[in-house]
């Protein structure tokens, strides 16, 4: 039944065609019948003709079909903008796909030889523009894929590292450290409940965010949830990578957000039953699709995700049956976290929804080496192996862990033992026995008088797809490790010194401008102004790598271990390591 829309009220007369080719018109019912080459021929064209009489009708506007613009002549292009603009290069119309891969692959090789320092004189100026120019082809590959690319450990001086120690600012024990990605501030937390805010390039302190206090009630009718600050002990600190928040948990149950520029608390997350124990922010630049992403870990054996973009709650992890104790991220969307107690080591593919559980608790020996060392090597060897020197530690807890790239990690426990995994095995690639050393405590007993123990690895921290990571202990030094070029293990480099209970570790790379703008950061005897003999100096001295370390006089979670005595300062200190010249 047709539409009452388009109904009209004149009456039509069927209009017979005058053409003699066409012949004389038939019915509808007729043409359908017609299984002649003609009949078939036709049809389309009755068709048409209808289809082409009903426009007309809808419009009078209608322009005829030589005047009717197709769509392939219409120029979809915004106005006012540059034709040219719209052309890569030398843009051919009858380019195949093939021919414009290749064209675009030449552009990119000439944007890559423009952007390198190609060196003349004596050399073959074309074999070293190859040789630069598959090392950058490379190096994009591996950052794309988010696998270790920067072997620089063996750059790095560690004899000579300059340091800055900040001044009396907690009462409490230290238990986090971080600085911003730009180098311009610090911050560091106690256990008295209050972050403090210091200028990284003099060491000043500029802000204090103190410990809030609840009015005074009866029991659980207390509500923290609007108080505007932490009303407990802080045991976690993270900056965003764009270092506009910093995020901040303890043991008040809540994950609280603050607007470093402004000085001020923006929200706090419940959620969590119990205390917040860690916290990592994604390491991907902020933008409309990546939002801020932040992971925080809980003594209620879950990690939550949460969006300071839109200041939201998004998913809950479970998996682990120990307190979460230590949480670190990447650019990807993954996490790794450890248990604690449960001992093992999870890898969370957030997207899908997975995890990878991957089990530790191994026991490690470790030899004294200082038995025997007057003897041969033969007799040494033969000692070694039916003496009882030897002892045996069982890892009761992994308490830290950092990642390397997106599939390859590190973990320290209790058994002062540093683990290398990856996403590809179940069990450690590598181990590290007692890399800490032996702690020796005096025990009024009668049976022993000096109990021999290992130190904890109390913090981890690698700089990000790079060869070097550092971990942290009690022993008075913070120990620099190389890993191996084909991830099959590591090795000890460097320390630096650090008296105290180191509680946390970060690795930073400041701006080119940094060294000008804190004097800290020179070395002695070297001055930045000073070009050197290669006239280059001044930039290599420019651009040192920051390592920050938070130390205190008690271990992070709880006061099994306390340092105190002449150098023991809770505060943070960050050294400034500079590339040998």
Not at 25 to 49: D, Q
Not at 87 to 98: I, K, L, N, R, V
Not at 277 to 288: G, M, V
């Given at each position: 039944?047709?539409?009452?829309?388009?109904?009209?009220?004149?009456?039509?007369?069927?209009?017979?065609?005058?053409?003699?080719?066409?012949?004389?018109?038939?019915?509808?019912?007729?043409?359908?019948?017609?299984?002649?080459?003609?009949?078939?021929?036709?049809?389309?064209?009755?068709?048409?003709?209808?289809?082409?009489?009903?426009?007309?009708?809808?419009?009078?506007?209608?322009?005829?079909?030589?005047?009717?613009?197709?769509?392939?002549?219409?120029?979809?292009?915004?106005?006012?903008?540059?034709?040219?603009?719209?052309?890569?290069?030398?843009?051919?119309?009858?380019?195949?796909?093939?021919?414009?891969?290749?064209?675009?692959?030449?552009?990119?090789?000439?944007?890559?030889?423009?952007?390198?320092?190609?060196?003349?004189?004596?050399?073959?100026?074309?074999?070293?523009?190859?040789?630069?120019?598959?090392?950058?082809?490379?190096?994009?590959?591996?950052?794309?894929?988010?696998?270790?690319?920067?072997?620089?450990?063996?750059?790095?001086d560690f004899t000579h590292t300059p340091?800055?120690?900040?001044?009396?600012?907690?009462?409490?024990?230290?238990?986090?450290?971080?600085?911003?990605?730009?180098?311009?501030?610090?911050?560091?937390?106690?256990?008295?409940?209050?972050?403090?805010?210091?200028?990284?390039?003099?060491?000043?302190?500029?802000?204090?965010?103190?410990?809030?206090?609840?009015?005074?009630?009866?029991?659980?009718?207390?509500?923290?949830?609007?108080?505007?600050?932490?009303?407990?002990?802080?045991?976690?600190l993270a900056i965003s990578p764009d270092?506009?928040?910093?995020?901040?948990?303890?043991?008040?149950?809540?994950?609280?957000?603050?607007?470093?520029?402004?000085?001020?608390?923006?929200?706090?997350?419940?959620?969590?039953?119990?205390?917040?124990?860690?916290?990592?922010?994604?390491?991907?630049?902020?933008?409309?699709?990546?939002?801020?992403?932040?992971?925080?870990?809980?003594?209620?054996?879950?990690?939550?995700?949460?969006?300071?973009?839109?200041?939201?709650?998004?998913?809950?992890?479970?998996?682990?049956?120990?307190?979460?104790?230590?949480?670190?991220?990447?650019?990807?969307?993954?996490?790794?976290?450890?248990?604690?107690?449960?001992?093992?080591?999870?890898?969370?593919?957030?997207?899908?929804?997975?995890?990878?559980?991957?089990?530790?608790?191994?026991?490690?020996?470790?030899?004294?080496?200082?038995?025997?060392?007057?003897?041969?090597?033969?007799?040494?060897?033969?000692?070694?192996?039916?003496?009882?020197?030897?002892?045996?530690?069982?890892?009761?807890?992994?308490?830290?862990?950092?990642?390397?790239?997106?599939?390859?990690?590190?973990?320290?426990?209790?058994?002062?033992?540093?683990?290398?995994?990856?996403?590809?095995?179940?069990?450690?690639?590598?181990?590290?026995?007692?890399?800490?050393?032996?702690?020796?405590?005096?025990?009024?007993?009668?049976?022993?008088a000096v109990v021999r123990k290992p130190?904890?690895?109390?913090?981890?921290?690698?700089?990000?797809?790079?060869?070097?990571?550092?971990?942290?202990?009690?022993?008075?030094?913070?120990?620099?490790?190389?890993?191996?070029?084909?991830?099959?293990?590591?090795?000890?480099?460097?320390?630096?010194?650090?008296?105290?209970?180191?509680?946390?570790?970060?690795?930073?790379?400041?701006?080119?401008?940094?060294?000008?703008?804190?004097?800290?950061?020179?070395?002695?005897?070297?001055?930045?102004?000073?070009?050197?003999?290669?006239?280059?100096?001044?930039?290599?001295?420019?651009?040192?790598?920051?390592?920050?370390?938070?130390?205190?006089?008690?271990?992070?979670?709880?006061?099994?271990?306390?340092?105190?005595?002449?150098?023991?300062?809770?505060?943070?200190?960050?050294?400034?390591?500079?590339?040998?010249?």
């Amino acid at each position: 039944m047709p539409d009452s829309f388009f109904a009209t009220t004149k009456n039509r007369k069927r209009k017979r065609s005058t053409t003699k080719d066409d012949g004389p018109s038939t019915s509808r019912k007729v043409a359908r019948g017609v299984k002649g080459r003609e009949g078939r021929a036709r049809k389309p064209n009755v068709l048409t003709k209808k289809k082409n009489t009903g426009d007309e009708e809808l419009s009078d506007e209608t322009k005829d079909d030589d005047e009717r613009e197709d769509i392939d002549d219409m120029d979809l292009r915004a106005p006012d903008v540059d034709p040219n603009a719209y052309e890569s290069g030398e843009e051919d119309e009858d380019e195949t796909p093939a021919e414009k891969r290749l064209r675009l692959a030449k552009i990119y090789l000439e944007s890559v030889k423009q952007g390198l320092t190609l060196a003349d004189g004596e050399f073959d100026a074309a074999e070293i523009d190859r040789e630069l120019i598959s090392a950058r082809l490379k190096q994009d590959v591996m950052e794309h894929s988010g696998k270790l690319h920067l072997f620089v450990a063996d750059t790095f001086d560690f004899t000579h590292t300059p340091s800055l120690r900040t001044k009396r600012g907690h009462r409490f024990s230290v238990t986090a450290a971080v600085a911003s990605s730009d180098a311009r501030w610090l911050y560091s937390s106690g256990k008295e409940g209050s972050i403090i805010k210091w200028d990284l390039r003099t060491g000043r302190q500029v802000h204090t965010f103190h410990k809030s206090r609840l009015d005074k009630g009866k029991g659980k009718s207390r509500d923290v949830g609007d108080v505007s600050g932490h009303i407990d002990e802080i045991w976690a600190l993270a900056i965003s990578p764009d270092g506009k928040y910093l995020a901040s948990g303890g043991k008040d149950r809540r994950v609280g957000v603050w607007d470093v520029e402004k000085n001020e608390w923006v929200k706090g997350f419940g959620g969590h039953r119990d205390c917040i124990s860690a916290l990592t922010f994604r390491k991907a630049t902020p933008s409309l699709q990546t939002p801020t992403q932040l992971y925080s870990g809980s003594y209620d054996r879950t990690l939550k995700l949460f969006d300071l973009s839109t200041m939201g709650y998004v998913e809950t992890l479970f998996g682990h049956q120990a307190p979460v104790v230590s949480i670190d991220s990447l650019r990807a969307e993954t996490a790794v976290s450890v248990g604690g107690r449960d001992k093992t080591v999870r890898f969370w593919k957030v997207p899908e929804e997975t995890q990878l559980v991957f089990r530790g608790g191994g026991g490690s020996k470790w030899y004294d080496d200082l038995d025997g060392m007057d003897e041969d090597d033969e007799e040494r060897r033969e000692k070694t192996k039916e003496s009882t020197t030897s002892e045996s530690f069982m890892e009761g807890s992994i308490d830290c862990v950092a990642m390397i790239d997106e599939t390859t990690f590190v973990s320290g426990g209790d058994s002062g033992s540093i683990s290398l995994w990856s996403t590809q095995k179940k069990k450690p690639i590598f181990t590290q026995a007692v890399a800490h050393g032996m702690d020796l405590a005096q025990e009024e007993t009668e049976d022993m008088a000096v109990v021999r123990k290992p130190r904890w690895i109390t913090a981890l921290a690698s700089l990000r797809y790079s060869d070097l990571f550092a971990s942290g202990s009690w022993d008075g030094e913070v120990r620099l490790w190389k890993l191996d070029p084909k991830l099959k293990g590591f090795s000890l480099v460097g320390t630096v010194a650090a008296l105290g209970v180191v509680n946390s570790l970060q690795f930073l790379t400041p701006p080119q401008d940094f060294s000008g703008a804190a004097p800290w950061t020179s070395r002695p005897g070297i001055s930045r102004e000073d070009p050197g003999p290669s006239g280059n100096h001044a930039k290599k001295s420019g651009s040192p790598v920051l390592l920050v370390a938070g130390v205190g006089q008690e271990t992070r979670l709880g006061r099994w271990v306390q340092r105190k005595g002449e150098g023991h300062v809770n505060g943070a200190v960050v050294f400034a390591l500079h590339p040998r010249t």
